[in-house]
């Protein structure tokens, strides 16, 4: 933002604030602000569109902090720092905080709205069409602001509303395929200008205009504004005791603690709502007995996939790095490049070539190396976490050969000349000071492998999709399964019953382990940097 | 629209995140996020308006039916003046979308679908029941059933699809098979690598596919009562042990029939190189049988009773939180639920009509479309109980560890084991 060099300026003077010359420091700092503004302004209107009011007010307040920050003069560190906070709270505190919220909840197949929403479906769900009602040509009537049903029974013109039932009106003509077409005292309201009005149209479909007195007999319902059928509801909400009653059968459903309605004779609705049950999945997660032990499994098997891979990918590309790093090795570039190769080509795509490749009867990798055996490298728990580690190899240590030839570049040649003089060896040389040397700027890339290699989906899903599933589980959970897979299985996603607050409570759980892990590794390099 | 979307979106990135996390979901929100303050705008119009001009109807469609959905809803805007948002997704991901989405007011007014979610949307408390409108008569009974539940109509139906025994005319002849040995034997005849090749998904197994042989068993996913199924697991006992019993025989212990290397492209390369004689396999396939000559008939039974394929059916929801309810009741009655907008969908997708009088003439493969008619015809319908979901993962996994040679009746024991201790909890 200011680059200019030529006025010498008072030191205390940013650019961005003088005014001295033109003033382009402060000018270039005014427009990106307008800019930023202009944006922040757009984001409060789009939120105030959609009611969405936690995102209007958490707008407001960072627009607000942002235009101080910017032109207050005692906040030079938060100029700095502040876009990096935002995004922090956007991208991170925001989803970790909603994700165990959600792991509070019960939400998942059963309980997937609220409690209103689960109400409309009950009743949307109870309302029938009496049998051998017939649908009626249908015209919509107001009065004022009365809005009515106009149907022809027996050609008999008949109107009601919401509180009046249908009744005969004297004057009214309908034509010949029964369809009201003037009604004394109403005025008919086009299907047209039901169509242009949303809020006009929704209040059609959602009056009931009973038909007698009686209740029995049933209302009117259209959905399409021009045929009417009498339909019958038999539960009924009531919203001060939060209960629904059905008046045919008495029963009362009232919800329970895990927002399901249940009946008084022990019945249950269909459709329930998301309610907080505190800590339950967090226990659920350990104490089920189908859950906890095939999890401790999966636990066990990521802890063992994240370390394995680090550790084979690291010294596979570190090994690769100290031979193409001797002078003597021609070619040097274009092998370098080759080697770049695996980790060049998407992770997803080469699962699914190692897939195919490792198929047990048409895979190359059987027919060639194998002599045409029939290992089923997939099909095997031991065979497959092999093949997923095997494949994951290939994948990652080209990385670790980039970062290692780097590295060995980087390293100072006067401690090895040093070491030359004193008598050492190659291994004592590699030993003693190539690898400490390495390792401080290594260590730190070798944690934060581990923590992604924790969450490795896209090779899990591509290549194993978990499997070959454990045999003595209840659960459908395999051998391959990574927590975060596991996860994925169980949260529904793909298919089955949905559980999203387990999976939630899961993510957490990973989430921290992920952070303890690395907290304790970063403490652990600290000690590597004192080598130097 | 779109246009707009993309400004939005290169604008405020943090707020469509925002508004996307807070939608508990993904990508799609901002599609619909971005077009309700535009629908609730219009909403405030002035009544006098004459047509549905302002309004947006907003339905997710997949890849295949797109171009069909497009034709209909080009008549409708021309006809109301609404505006019809048709956003593509992935057909596997519109079950878990729908169901996040509309609690949150972001869902569609209309989503296409099968009819095997019904009985999660329903527990989720997001579809709608809907009429058929005045060509309700049209719609073929089976659909419409598949689309019921508990005696209401929730979806519109139109298409169905089943699969059925391919088999090639060069090596076997177009002659049926009568029954599971009939077929092997031909197969045998012919010289062909395998007599017969099924995909299995990989390790993973594949219940849909080998269901015809089952239910050849006796042996159907849960206990069907009156026509609709109840949640009671029907595989179980001396049936489904044989069934289990059958799979082990022809499993990679056996004969090798049935195998788990095979997977959807494998299995159709093999049928495709001629180097398999039989296959079984839906209308969807069919594209990947260029080389060779095939015609399509019922799967022959191996236990003796029918072969039943599950029988599909798609279809039409409406969001039961949709504001726009009335338009896209008529948008569903009276511009899909006709026999021009069913031969569009048709002549953009060919999948067994469900509407009568769609002329299926024009199907790049008719005789094939009629093999799969007859396949469908002794089908039952998929259960469309939500306690479906769970099944899948339990007997896939059964299947594909019998097929490998665990022990069968122990194997397939446990599974129903697990799955009625699954469905109860």
């Known amino acids: 933002m200011s680059t200019e060099t030529e006025a010498p300026a008072p030191p205390s003077e940013s650019h961005a604030r003088r005014w001295s010359g033109i003033g382009w420091g402060f000018i270039v700092k005014l427009a990106l602000m307008m800019l930023v503004n202009a944006v922040g302004l757009a984001i409060i209107m789009a939120a105030w569109g959609i009611e969405q009011w936690t995102i209007l007010w958490v707008s407001v307040g960072l627009l607000v902090v942002a235009n101080w920050v910017y032109f207050a003069r005692r906040t030079l560190p938060l100029k700095y720092i502040f876009p990096g906070l935002v995004f922090l709270l956007v991208f991170q505190v925001f989803v970790m905080g909603y994700t165990a919220y959600v792991a509070t909840t019960n939400y998942g197949a059963g309980h997937n709205v609220n409690m209103q929403q689960a109400v409309d479906a009950a009743l949307i769900q109870d309302e029938r069409q009496v049998e051998g009602s017939p649908s009626y040509p249908l015209a919509v009537v107001r009065d004022g602001d009365t809005l009515g049903f106009a149907v022809a029974i027996d050609g008999v013109v008949q109107v009601g509303t919401e509180e009046q039932p249908l009744a005969p009106v004297d004057g009214a003509t309908a034509d010949g395929s029964g369809m009201p077409t003037e009604v004394p005292g109403w005025e008919i309201v086009s299907v047209n200008e039901l169509l242009g009005d949303q809020a006009l149209a929704q209040e059609v479909t959602d009056i009931r205009v009973p038909v007698s007195d009686n209740a029995d007999d049933g209302s009117l319902r259209t959905r399409n504004a021009s045929t009417a059928s009498i339909y019958k509801s038999t539960l009924v909400w009531d919203e001060e005791a939060t209960t629904l009653t059905n008046t045919e059968t008495g029963v009362v459903y009232t919800p329970n603690e895990y927002g399901t309605f249940v009946g008084d004779d022990g019945s249950k609705l269909t459709v329930g709502f998301y309610v907080n049950i505190g800590l339950e999945n967090f226990t659920k997660a350990v104490t089920d007995e189908n859950y906890a032990g095939p999890l401790l499994k999966v636990t066990a098997w990521t802890f063992a996939f994240a370390f394995l891979t680090v550790a084979s990918s690291f010294l596979l590309g570190l090994f690769f790095a100290l031979v193409f790093n001797d002078d003597r090795v021609r070619g040097k570039k274009v092998l370098r490049t080759l080697f770049i190769l695996p980790y060049a080509f998407p992770a997803f795509m080469s699962a699914l070539l190692w897939r195919g490749m490792l198929n047990a009867e048409f895979g190359v990798v059987n027919q060639w190396f194998f002599f045409g055996a029939d290992i089923n490298w997939l099909g095997d728990p031991w065979l497959a976490r092999f093949a997923v580690l095997f494949v994951n190899l290939w994948l990652s240590y080209p990385y670790w050969f980039l970062v290692c030839t780097g590295a060995l570049q980087s390293l100072p040649s006067e401690t090895t000349e040093a070491a030359k003089i004193d008598g050492a060896g190659k291994w004592r040389m590699f030993r003693s000071i190539t690898f400490p040397l390495l390792m401080v700027s290594t260590a730190p890339l070798a944690i934060a492998s581990f923590a992604f290699n924790f969450n490795n989906f896209t090779i899990i899903y591509m290549l194993t999709n978990g499997g070959p599933r454990f045999t003595d589980a209840s659960v459908p959970l395999g051998s391959t399964d990574l927590l975060i897979s596991a996860i994925y299985q169980i949260s529904g996603i793909a298919g089955g019953r949905a559980d999203y607050g387990l999976a939630s409570a899961l993510s957490v759980v990973v989430f921290v382990v992920v952070g303890i892990v690395s907290a304790i590794a970063f403490r652990q390099t600290k000690k590597l940097e004192e080598i130097q | ?425």
């Open chain 2, 1 to 425: 629209m779109r246009t707009k979307i993309g400004i939005g979106a290169a604008l405020a990135t943090s707020a469509l995140l925002l508004t996307a996390c807070s939608g508990g979901g993904d990508s799609t929100t901002s599609e619909s996020a971005s077009s309700s303050p535009s629908a609730s705008a219009s909403a405030s119009e002035t009544s006098e308006a004459i047509d549905a001009t302002g309004q947006t109807l907003t339905i997710w469609v997949d890849e295949n039916r797109q171009p069909a959905v497009e034709a209909a809803a080009a008549t409708f805007e021309e006809e109301t003046g609404a505006t019809v948002e048709l956003v593509q997704k992935n057909f596997e991901d519109i079950r878990a979308d729908f169901l996040a989405q509309v609690p949150t007011g972001e869902g569609p007014d209309i989503t296409i679908g099968a009819h095997d979610w019904l009985g999660a949307l329903i527990e989720g408390g997001v579809v709608n029941t809907v009429d058929l409108g005045d060509n309700a008569d049209m719609f073929s009974q089976v659909a419409v059933d598949a689309m019921t539940y508990d005696g209401q109509l929730y979806g519109m139906p139109y298409s169905t699809e089943a699969i059925a025994l391919i088999q090639n005319t060069d090596l076997v002849g177009s002659d049926a098979p009568a029954t599971w040995d009939d077929m092997i034997q031909m197969g045998v005849d012919s010289g062909a690598d395998r007599p017969f090749c099924i995909n299995t998904n990989g390790e993973t197994g594949d219940g849909y596919t080998a269901y015809p042989l089952q239910m050849s068993f006796g042996a159907p996913v849960f206990v069907q009562e009156g026509g609709s199924y109840t949640s009671e697991v029907g595989m179980g006992g001396d049936a489904g042990d044989a069934f289990a019993q059958f799979l082990y025989d022809n499993g990679e212990k056996g004969t090798g029939y049935i195998s788990t290397t095979i997977d959807y492209d494998t299995n159709n390369q093999l049928f495709n190189s001629g180097e398999c004689a039989f296959t079984i396999q839906g209308p969807w396939a069919l594209g990947s049988y260029t080389d060779v000559n095939f015609t399509v008939n019922p799967v022959p039974s191996a236990g003796g009773e029918d072969a039943s394929p599950f029988v599909g059916v798609q279809g039409f929801y409406v969001s039961s939180q949709s504001e726009n309810a009335l338009l896209a009741n008529i948008f569903l009655s009276d511009y899909i639920a006709t026999p021009d907008a069913m031969q569009a969908l048709y002549d953009a997708d060919p999948r067994l009509p469900a509407f009568e009088g769609v002329d299926t003439a024009s199907a790049p493969y008719p005789d094939a479309i009629a093999g799969f008619q007859a396949s469908a015809e002794m089908g039952v319908p998929m259960p469309s109980i939500p306690e479906m979901g769970s099944v899948w993962d339990f007997w896939n996994a059964a299947e594909s560890a019998i097929i490998k040679g665990s022990d069968p009746t122990e194997t397939w024991d446990k599974m129903i084991t697990d799955l009625t201790a699954a469905l109860e909890g």
